[in-house]
């Protein structure tokens, strides 16, 4: 027996893991790669500067903060699925309340902060925490491909959701679009939550992961064990550095790209970058078993650096869409890196608080790149100077992973 089948049936674990296809859909589609289409819908409705608006969505990097710790904790506890239903609801609820301010319901400028803010707190409920906590009990071999094919959702919800989203405002209107995504949010996850998503009976994942499964719900170790850990340090520290600038890019994708190729053409560019994403991510998913994992981040850091270098250099549209290619082979393969790192690192015990804690030190960066990508264009009216600091940090992840990666194993 291998773990990962059980007598003649098809294993469970690939149910889970196509449950959480379904769950990374919507959390990329709606919670990621949905927010560049928002600045641009939401500034021609209510006519607020890309600063403020970048400044909302910060805010929703803000909250995930507090939840990744809170909701961590959560599922060491009880599983993923109460996380799961926390964040499938607040998500749909961010949706009703972008809705809300383009019927004229809501228009204050403090309304938009608590909208994007409670909508944060939800996504990682939605996404890579909770998705990563539903598969490591089913998986170990092979826990690099079922993430990757969990995970490949969130290509596939970039892909989609953002043209689809950008179509149906131009022909219906932004307010019934996100009434009718938040709808669909509840209808599709529901059912995955409540009859494919649990964690296995006894003997269900082989005797070796039952034993895992067994220790990391038992023990839920403090936070202060992973504060001491200079492991954990390296991995948070580059994986922050690089998810900061992967969601400075991507959040301001859109904007970036308008200005050249239309609204359209830039969500189309988002599509490419989407779909790019999904065959970097199971290319990472077959590799993560044969390859050191710090060498496959670095290169993946590298990657996307090189397509934001592209992106600088030219304005030809051919090349634009060439730059969102490369720059988003690695979108999915810098999700999956931290889950990864973290527990070949450190193993699968208190995996929920440790990710949390990874996860909330991550989201800060991510929503200061946001909210300054924002601000830094507001000032000098470009994106050159944030793209510049972008992908410095990029290549500064890179370094610091390698490090970590080289360091004599007794030390680590």
């Not at 301010?101 to 909208?115: H, Y």
């Not at 999904?278 to 710090?294: D, E, F, M, T, W």
């Not at 290619?325 to 990864?340: D, K, Q, R, W, Y």
């Amino acid at each position: 027996m291998n773990g990962e089948r059980i007598g003649h049936g098809f294993y469970r674990g690939w149910w889970i893991a196509a449950g959480c296809f379904v769950l990374a859909f919507f959390a990329w589609g709606i919670g990621f790669y949905g927010h560049g289409f928002y600045i641009v819908a939401l500034g021609r409705s209510t006519g607020w500067p890309t600063t403020l608006l970048s400044s909302a969505v910060a805010a929703y990097w803000l909250a995930n903060v507090a939840s990744n710790l809170i909701l961590g904790r959560v599922i060491d506890r009880f599983g993923s699925r109460p996380a799961i239903v926390y964040g499938m609801f607040v998500m749909a609820g961010g949706c009703f309340g972008m809705a809300a301010f383009d019927a004229g319901l809501l228009n204050a400028r403090w309304q938009l902060f608590a909208v994007f803010a409670v909508m944060g707190s939800g996504y990682p409920g939605l996404a890579t925490m909770a998705i990563s906590a539903s598969l490591i009990p089913w998986f170990k071999k092979r826990l690099g491909f079922a993430l990757g094919l969990g995970l490949t959702g969130a290509s596939a919800g970039g892909a989609i959701m953002p043209p689809v989203m950008a179509y149906l405002s131009g022909s219906y209107g932004f307010a019934a679009t996100m009434t009718a995504v938040g709808i669909l949010l509840i209808v599709s996850a529901l059912p995955v939550v409540a009859f494919v998503i649990r964690g296995p009976k006894a003997g269900e994942a082989g005797r070796e992961l039952g034993v895992i499964v067994s220790a990391a719900r038992l023990e839920r170790p403090p936070l202060g064990r992973f504060l001491a850990d200079q492991r954990f340090w390296f991995i948070t520290v580059a994986c922050s550095l690089s998810l900061g600038a992967q969601v400075g890019f991507l959040m301001h994708q859109i904007p970036l790209l308008q200005g050249v190729l239309g609204l359209s053409g830039a969500a189309l560019a988002v599509s490419i970058a989407a779909f790019s994403g999904a065959v970097g991510r199971l290319a990472l998913g077959l590799l993560s078993g044969r390859l050191p994992l710090p060498l496959l981040a670095a290169g993946s850091y590298v990657t996307q650096a090189l397509g934001m270098v592209i992106l600088l250099s030219t304005e030809a549209v051919p090349l634009l869409y060439l730059a969102s290619a490369i720059a988003g082979f690695v979108i999915g393969a810098i999700t999956m890196l931290p889950p990864l790192l973290l527990v070949e690192s450190i193993g699968s015990s208190g995996y929920g608080t440790a990710y949390g804690l990874t996860a909330a030190i991550m989201f800060v960066m991510a929503s200061l790149a946001t909210a300054a990508s924002g601000w830094l264009y507001d000032f000098t009216g470009a994106y050159r100077l944030s793209l510049l600091i972008l992908l410095s940090s990029h290549v500064a992840a890179s370094i610091l992973i390698l490090w970590h990666g080289q360091r004599p194993r007794a030390a680590r």
